[in-house]
């Protein structure tokens, strides 16, 4: 199987590769899984031993995942191979219109055709506003405090949310008397900070850029079933958050049953491609009312990092402190307050 030489693009957007061409290159714009990005990377390492003395490179514009991830996920995927097709693998990202991992190998003609071609890409998705990346430190910096991770630098919070300094001494200011600072200027939390906690409640909606679906079919499917079909799309930018999340930390919380599912969504960007949610169900439909009941909420979280984890069975899971605002938006105030004391309690074990 060979690469298609009629076209320098065509219909696959490769490179063609005469002669003429050092690469052989696939692009694809928001790359939904890494289920996908594993089959593009067998493709053009097919092609890599049908031609001979080319580069393969797959071009990633705007993808979901963070870029850790995909490297650790293309690693993996490159270890598999030959070293004579590894050596000549390569993947690139391009994000906020920046590229990241341009191949040494690969000609300044090709780079060109590269960049012109993603800069045609047309802009896709609902638009997410500017996002509060003040909000994103605070919850971060509470993360930190639960999960028991110890002091941690400004830089660090500035390298994980992806913002200034000057936004994360805002922050931290806002914190008060919760903050212990440190000798060597780290910083970490001393309690739980309620006062700026129930400032956050206030604007998660708009913080978190909260999208709201309901069922139009009269017959809703469950949480429980979307979250299966979830799974089967391999999306490591979407995690299961609300009472699911908080039960998956918590199996003990007072809930019973489940009213409806809330994923935590991983988009620094300003753009987010929804045509996911058809294939959680077609009967879903984007709700305007922020107080009518949802079947499904979408909470964006803009940060550069995502915290989510991934469980044994390859479930992927927001962070404690998405599910405890999730349980608040929800109106389940006794077991929020009920969540909190188990985190805390949980922190105080771990930490001796």
């Not at 097919?46 to 393969?56: D, F, M, P, R």
């Not at 993808?63 to 996920?73: C, D, K, Q």
């Not at 879903?284 to 044994?312: G, I, V, W, Y």
Request: with cysteine; glycine share 6%.
């Amino acid at each position: 199987m060979k690469p298609h030489k009629r076209d320098r693009w065509g219909s696959t957007a490769f490179v063609a590769y005469d002669e003429s061409t050092t690469a052989i290159v696939e692009l694809k714009t928001r790359l939904s899984g890494f289920r996908e990005l594993r089959d593009a990377l067998a493709q053009l390492a097919g092609y890599l031993v049908e031609v001979h003395a080319k580069q393969a490179i797959l071009v990633l514009v705007s993808p979901r995942a963070n870029s850790s991830a995909i490297v650790a996920e293309f690693k993996r995927f490159r270890s598999a191979l030959r070293p004579e097709l590894a050596e000549r693998l390569h993947i690139v990202l391009h994000r906020n219109g920046t590229f990241e991992g341009r191949p040494k190998q690969i000609s300044a003609e090709d780079w060109r055709l590269i960049e012109q071609k993603v800069e045609t890409q047309p802009v896709q998705g609902v638009s997410l506003g500017r996002p509060d990346l003040q909000s994103e430190v605070l919850r971060v910096i509470i993360h930190e405090w639960i999960r028991c991770r110890g002091p941690m630098t400004s830089r660090w919070l500035e390298e994980t949310v992806g913002c200034n300094y000057r936004t994360v001494v805002s922050a931290i200011k806002r914190l008060g008397r919760a903050v212990r600072r440190h000798s060597d200027r780290k910083v970490e939390l001393s309690y739980f900070p309620k006062d700026t906690w129930m400032q956050l409640v206030a604007v998660s909606d708009r913080a978190r850029a909260t999208i709201r679906y309901s069922d139009r079919s009269g017959q809703p499917r469950s949480p429980e079933s979307l979250v299966k079909r979830l799974a089967k799309l391999d999306r490591p930018d979407i995690a299961i958050g609300g009472v699911l999340g908080a039960k998956h930390c918590d199996p003990y919380l007072d809930l019973v049953g489940t009213p409806s599912l809330a994923l935590s969504v991983h988009c620094p960007g300003d753009r987010f491609n929804l045509d996911f949610v058809r294939r959680l169900d077609p009967a879903l439909e984007r709700s305007q009312d922020s107080q009518a009941p949802a079947r499904l909420t979408l909470h964006f979280l803009r940060r550069k990092e995502a915290l989510f984890d991934r469980d044994d069975k390859g479930m992927i899971w927001a962070d404690p402190v998405e599910c405890l605002l999730d349980l608040h938006e929800a109106r389940l105030e006794p077991q929020a307050l009920e969540f909190i004391e188990f985190l805390s309690k949980r922190r105080a074990t771990s930490s001796g």
